[in-house]
């Protein structure tokens, strides 16, 4: 399965359908709205990965509308617009905002699903950075704790060395004496 939720939303409900049966048998999970208004709550509601909006729509909230509301309530959200009316100032406009990419009707569907499989793709790429993050972070913390253990040992250890050397070398001390001593001293290592 897909593992991105897609968020259609197209005032024109033969588009919707269509949208709809196309991203289901390609096991996408698929949420519908006709309108902005009801795209924004559904953004507000869910998880969504991608939103394919119409650019054009009736109302106050068209396609523009909701790429801002969609990237003011999360930023990685992708958001696809979909148009009749190509137009480069509103696909510069729509970039500048955040959209992701800019589809003209009718739709090519081998362009969608290339595009979704990228975004599918960078989106397992970006987990798999932020695992990879987290594993260093836990081996750097791991390492740093083991480096001051070995420090804390190390330090030990010398101070044993030393007491050992000053038995060893204390003239007023027997032989067997000096040697039991240091015995002792290197016992405790254990």
């Known amino acids: 399965m897909n593992n991105l939720t897609i968020l ?3 005032d024109d409900p033969v588009i919707r359908r269509l949208l709809e049966q196309r991203l289901l048998k ?4 698929v949420l519908l709205a006709e309108d902005g208004y009801v795209g ?3 953004l507000s509601g869910n998880h969504v ?3 394919l909006t119409d650019l054009m729509m009736p109302g106050d909230i068209g396609g523009i509308e909701v790429l801002e509301f969609a990237k003011g309530l999360e930023r990685n959200i992708e958001v696809i617009l979909i148009t009749a009316h190509s137009s480069v100032d509103t696909a510069v406009e729509a970039m500048k905002k955040g959209a992701s990419d800019y589809l003209e ?6 362009e969608l699903f ?3 499989e990228k975004i599918a793709t960078m989106r397992s790429l970006l987990r798999s950075a932020e695992d990879l993050r987290q594993a260093m ?3 750097e913390s791991t390492a740093a704790e083991t480096i001051q253990n070995l420090e804390v040992m190390t330090s030990t250890l010398q101070i044993k060395v030393d007491s050992v050397e000053t ?4 003239e007023s001390l027997a032989s067997e004496d000096k040697v039991s001593d240091a015995l002792d001293i290197l016992q405790e290592i254990s």
């Open 26 to 29: 390609e096991n996408y999970e």
């Open 137 to 139: 972070d836990v081996t």
């Open 114 to 116: 290339l595009r979704l």
């Open 40 to 42: 924004n709550d559904l």
């Open 167 to 170: 038995i060893l070398s204390n």
């Open 105 to 110: 009707k009718p739709i090519n569907f081998t």
């Open 8 to 10: 259609v939303v197209d």
């Open 49 to 51: 990965d991608v939103v």
